[in-house]
Antibody
Framework: QVHLEQSGAEVKKPGASVKVSCKAS????????ITWVRQALGQGLEWMGW????????NYAQKLQGRVTLTTDTSTSTAYMELRSLRSDDTAVYYC???????????WGQGTLVTVSS | QPVLTQPPSVSGAPGQRVTISCTGS?????????VHWYQQLPGTAPKRLIY???NRPSGVPDRFSGSKSGTSASLAITGLQAEDEADYYC???????????FGGGTKLTVL
């Protein structure tokens, strides 16, 4: 069945970078966009950006412009989210999801906890 | 502050009907962009509940329904059940921010 499997939890120091992976299975990877959403502990959902899995086009949240990069590897059906210059307020669960703003996000990964702490 | 405004909490007794509002503006819901709704149970990833304002994905009970009017949207839950206790989020697109927005979320408590 359709599934998004994310990489494991990460602990990073302030100023470092993190790269989270999201491996898709059960469907044609290039037929759908991948979106990244994060959620700080006890807080709401925050949209980070999306990438077209077929063309590589991206759109990032203004707040994260310059610090986040979304990429895909179509040979392994894997999407990546890299966040640089980490701060303590980047501590959150990061989700990948299949879909776009027109139809919403129908399939979600299990989430990856990224903790930023000195 | 989220661009889409939701009440922080709502509650209802089993069997009752509750509604959750999502208020936007002329740059998102009022501009014609669709609203989608998600349910998030504790410790789990969100689940799409309603898409395109009123559409239910297969497997979502018909107790859940969505509507949209002007710059607002609503999620209605009828025949409230204990398992409905969760956080609910609305989502749309905002053309002034050129990005997707989520509401702040509403915690539903089943009394």
């Amino acid at each position: 069945q359709v599934h998004l499997e994310q990489s494991g939890a990460e602990v990073k120091k302030p100023g470092a970078s993190v790269k989270v992976s999201c491996k898709a299975s059960g469907y044609t990877f290039t037929s759908y966009d991948i979106t990244w959403v994060r959620q700080a502990l006890g807080q709401g959902l925050e949209w980070m950006g999306w990438i077209s899995a077929s063309k590589g086009n991206t759109n990032y949240a203004q707040k994260l412009q310059g610090r986040v990069t979304l990429t895909t590897d179509t040979s392994t059906s894997t999407a990546y989210m890299e966040l640089r210059s980490l701060r303590s307020d980047d501590t959150a669960v990061y989700y990948c999801a299949r879909g776009g703003y027109m139809y919403g996000y129908e399939i979600w990964g299990q989430g990856t906890l990224v903790t930023v702490s000195s | 502050q989220p661009v889409l405004t939701q009440p922080p909490s709502v509650s209802g007794a089993p069997g009752q009907r509750v509604t959750i509002s999502c208020t936007g503006s002329s740059s998102n819901i009022g501009a014609g962009y669709d609203v989608h709704w998600y349910q998030q149970l504790p410790g789990t990833a969100p689940k799409r509940l309603i898409y395109g304002n009123t559409n239910r994905p297969s497997g979502v009970p018909d107790r859940f329904s969505g509507s949209k009017s002007g710059t607002s949207a609503s999620l209605a839950i009828t025949g409230l059940q204990a398992e409905d206790e969760a956080d609910y989020y609305c989502q749309s697109y905002d053309n002034s921010l050129s990005g997707v927005m989520f509401g702040g979320g509403t915690k539903l408590t089943v009394l």
